[in-house]
């Protein structure tokens, strides 16, 4: 996914800017006022979760602990 991203064929860095790294920053700091009114689960295509600016890395800066789900 990464190669793939960083293809400029692909994506370019403002396209990544406003696909990936703005949504994924407005998404983490929503994410908390949500999972403290209920228990939640938070479905996201499969480019918002890898990279520095992914949210498994913002979410875990936050102080929180992402692990996968299995056995759905």
Same mark, same amino acid.
């Given at each position: 996914m990464d190669q793939l991203i960083k293809?400029?064929? #692909?994506m370019n860095k403002k396209q990544e800017k406003f696909m990936l790294t703005d949504r994924n920053t407005k998404w983490v700091e929503k994410m908390p006022e949500i999972m403290k009114k209920q228990?939640?689960? #938070?479905?996201?295509g499969s480019g918002h979760l890898w990279g520095n600016?992914?949210?498994?890395n913002l979410l875990k800066a936050k102080g929180y602990t992402v692990k996968?789900?299995?056995?759905?």
């Open positions: 293809d400029p064929k #692909f228990s939640s689960f #938070f479905a996201v600016n992914g949210l498994i996968p789900v299995s056995n759905l």
